[in-house]
């Protein structure tokens, strides 16, 4: 079965990989203990409670809110959801001479900003947080964006134990070949879900 067994999250980043690049990643996100929060599966259909129904409504929203973001097929299953993203290309316009000296300018001060603060010995601390957020437009910023949004909701509407693991598992798609496979995975998912790895009975 494909991806079977592959969801372990202690080693879900390829430590080489730009996740801001151009390109179509398939994504697993999965609530916390694996609890079917979303619904159930029904004779091969996925039936989703209101907070899965809210789950799908946000992934599929996605691209209005992450300018570079495309999504491919996804599907929200009982305890955790399925989707293919893909990051545009950014286009960078070239600046007028005008943009080009003010960034320049800019540039300068944060220089001299982050020069003051290795001084005063808050710049370490400063670093190790920024180095903990995913970079603007990456695919760790849409994950961590699209979480908060069901988090947000369903602690609104009376859910308020419901919570995500921390991280996710994802997989860049490199050929047509594997993104057509893919995409056939997710479509079939709710069909095998009694044999999928993230089955609530499953060791």
Not at 34 to 39: E, Y
Not at 158 to 182: G, K
Request: net charge positive; hydrophobic share 35%; charged share 25%.
């Amino acid at each position: 079965m494909l991806y079977r067994n592959r969801y372990r999250v202690e080693s879900t980043r390829l430590p080489d990989h730009d996740y801001a690049a151009s390109a179509w990643y398939h994504i697993v996100i999965c609530t916390k203990d694996r609890r079917c929060w979303f619904g159930e599966v029904s004779e091969g259909t996925m039936v989703l409670s209101r907070l899965g129904r809210t789950a799908h409504q946000f992934c599929a929203a996605i691209p209005e809110h992450a300018e570079r973001a495309v999504l491919d097929a996804f599907v929200v299953m009982p305890n955790h959801v399925h989707a293919i993203i893909g990051l545009l290309p950014v286009v960078s316009p070239e600046p007028s001479p005008e943009e080009s000296l003010h960034a320049e300018t800019l540039q300068h001060q944060e220089t001299l900003r982050a020069t003051s603060l290795r001084g005063s010995g808050g710049g370490v601390k400063n670093q190790a947080m920024a180095d903990r957020s995913p970079k603007a437009g990456s695919l760790g910023a849409i994950v961590r964006s699209y979480k908060s949004a069901v988090t947000r909701w369903a602690r609104q509407n009376e859910h308020e134990a419901f919570a995500w693991q921390p991280r996710f598992w994802d997989r860049v798609i490199r050929s047509e070949r594997e993104l057509e496979a893919t995409r056939r995975y997710i479509v079939n998912n709710p069909l095998q879900w009694h044999r999928d790895r993230l089955y609530p009975s499953h060791p």
